[in-house]
């Protein structure tokens, strides 16, 4: 594969928004198969429809892949080929915003492989990823898999590892994620107030959807003044005392 012209990964919450998934025979985007494809869409932060679909790979499944999901060859016999599956996927997902669990790195990619070799196009809707998220809104996790972090908020995590079971609880943890990111925002924009230019840059960056993240623990850096000038400080000091200069 050429490099891959994906959507922008993007910041935030969103109230409209598709939570997708994707269960396959391994880990290799360059070798292994989708077999399954589910989709969850929200609209104002509500559940409002669902797509869900194995998907025959043409091939046998290892049972390494079958120990994770438990998805067997039986299973997939008589399930689309990936072109179907992925027509119905797209047709479903419009032009959405789409959110997912370490999407940037696997998901995504899978995806836009399949859309690519089907028809020769390209899978440009912007994403978010929770992962990422998880990561600046929950330092204090350990880990921060989708299982963690379902049991962080106390959401059910049966069923973990299909790819449906996977989207609702996902969609779960991004509303709780966004009511945390929304708290950190007003936190940075208080400690960015009376920047001035130097801080205009800083905003502007995180308008164009670019990084500030603590490299210690994946927070937001905002600016702030201290008795020597201008510095950045992770927003979540005193838990992380990362700072850099401007």
């Known amino acids: 594969m050429t490099a891959?012209?994906?959507?922008?990964?993007?910041?935030?919450y969103r109230q409209d928004?598709?939570?997708?998934?994707?269960?396959?025979?391994?880990?290799?985007?360059?070798?292994?198969?989708?077999?399954?494809i589910s989709a969850v869409k929200v609209c104002g932060g509500e559940v409002v429809g669902e797509y869900s679909t194995l998907v025959n790979p043409g091939r046998h499944i290892p049972a390494g892949a079958t120990?994770?999901?438990?998805?067997?060859?039986?299973?997939?016999?008589?399930?689309?080929?990936?072109?179907?599956?992925?027509?119905?996927?797209?047709?479903?997902?419009?032009?959405?915003?789409l959110v997912g669990h370490n999407i940037h790195?696997?998901?995504?990619?899978?995806?836009?492989?399949a859309v690519w070799l089907a028809w020769g196009k390209e899978l440009d809707n912007d994403y978010i990823d929770t992962l990422y998220m998880a990561r600046r809104c929950l330092p204090q996790l350990a880990h921060h898999r989708l299982t963690d972090v379902s049991e962080y908020f106390h959401i059910n995590?049966?069923?973990?590892?299909?790819?449906?079971?996977?989207?609702?609880?996902?969609?779960?943890?991004?509303?709780?994620?966004?009511?945390?990111?929304k708290e950190k925002e007003?936190?940075?924009a208080s400690a960015r107030k009376g920047g001035g230019k130097a801080n205009d840059a800083v905003k502007g960056k995180?308008?164009?959807?670019?990084?500030?993240?603590?490299?210690?623990?994946?927070?937001?850096?905002?600016?702030?003044?201290?008795?020597?000038?201008?510095?950045?400080?992770?927003?979540?000091?005193?838990?992380?005392?990362?700072?850099?200069n401007t």
């Open 105 to 113: 790195t696997f998901d995504m990619n899978f995806a836009y492989d």
């Open 186 to 188: 007003k936190m940075a």
């Open 67 to 97: 120990a994770v999901n438990g998805i067997t060859d039986e299973m997939v016999k008589d399930a689309p080929d990936i072109k179907e599956a992925m027509a119905g996927f797209l047709e479903f997902i419009g032009d959405s915003v």
């Open 157 to 181: 995590t049966d069923g973990a590892h299909r790819a449906l079971n996977d989207c609702l609880m996902n969609q779960k943890c991004y509303e709780e994620l966004g009511i945390i990111w």
């Open 17 to 36: 928004y598709v939570v997708f998934d994707l269960e396959t025979t391994g880990i290799n985007q360059n070798y292994d198969e989708i077999i399954e």
């Open 4 to 12: 891959r012209k994906k959507g922008k990964r993007l910041n935030g």
């Open 206 to 244: 995180a308008d164009e959807g670019e990084d500030l993240e603590c490299p210690r623990c994946g927070g937001i850096l905002c600016l702030r003044k201290g008795k020597f000038g201008a510095f950045y400080g992770c927003v979540n000091f005193p838990a992380c005392r990362y700072t850099r």
